[in-house]
């Protein structure tokens, strides 16, 4: 069973405008999200998290919002860029300092940004 | 000067038989990962080991055996392949045991015929 989904396999947006990819979790036990990017070839690198004390973590163009209540969080990006393209996986913890720091990863989400 | 790197990049063998593939990090992270990217794509933890000691095994067969030198390599070895085992293998690091934020290798594609 998966803890952790990403419905969306893939999406394409146009250059400039908003991306969002959304992640849903099973697990009311999590409580460290992240956000990772992958690209072809490459093993996946991080990008953003946020802890479940929070419901918004922003760092430049790429803003997480999370819905405890909902068990759903969703990654923003924008403006795209052609340079986002990449898989982006939505992963989850139990808990910062846990004591075995086990990430439980979605399937992944396909951003394809188009110029 | 790449942080996380996995030899080798591509692997192909036939069933049966043993292989090995190596990861070193060069980060001074005390725990390292190796994790499964099966067809599906699904990214699942294996193993993880922290100051060369095992933490998790998550019901690995035990054709699987990890082995950590020093708390810098985490090497996996795999017995007896199985059509099943090909996949993508992806170790990574974290300074700490529990620190989220993981740091991955290239990665490993694994065929076996």
């Known amino acids: 069973d998966q803890q952790v989904k990403q419905n969306s396999p893939s999406l394409s947006v146009q250059e400039g405008r908003i991306s969002i990819l959304n992640c849903d979790y099973t697990?009311?036990?999590?409580?460290?999200f992240l956000w990772y990017k992958k690209y072809p070839a490459e093993g996946p690198t991080f990008l953003i998290s946020i802890s479940s004390i929070k419901d918004k973590n922003e760092d430049g163009r790429f803003t997480v919002f999370l819905n405890k209540s909902a068990k759903h969080l969703s990654l923003h990006i924008v403006p795209s860029q052609p340079g986002d393209s990449a898989v982006y996986f939505c992963?989850?913890?139990?808990?910062?300092?846990?004591?075995?720091?086990?990430?439980?990863f979605g399937k992944g989400t396909k951003l394809s940004v188009k110029p | 000067d790449t942080a996380v790197s996995q030899t080798p990049k591509y692997l192909v063998t036939q069933m049966g038989n043993d292989k090995s593939i190596k990861c070193e990090q060069n980060?001074?992270?005390?725990?390292m990962y190796w994790y499964k990217q099966d067809s599906k794509k699904f990214l699942k933890i294996m193993f993880s080991y922290n100051n060369k000691e095992l933490i998790i095994n998550e019901t690995v067969p035990n054709r699987f055996s990890p082995k950590s030198p020093d708390k810098a390599h985490l090497n996996l070895h795999i017995n007896s392949l199985e059509l099943g085992d090909s996949a993508v293998y992806f170790c990574?690091?974290?300074?700490?045991?529990?620190?989220?934020?993981?740091?991955f290798g290239p990665g490993t594609r694994l065929t076996v015929l």
């Open positions: 697990n009311s036990m999590f409580d460290y």
């Open positions: 990574a690091s974290s300074q700490v045991v529990g620190d989220n934020e993981q740091f």
């Open positions: 980060l001074g992270h005390d725990t």
């Open positions: 992963a989850a913890s139990d808990g910062y300092g846990g004591s075995q720091g086990n990430l439980i």
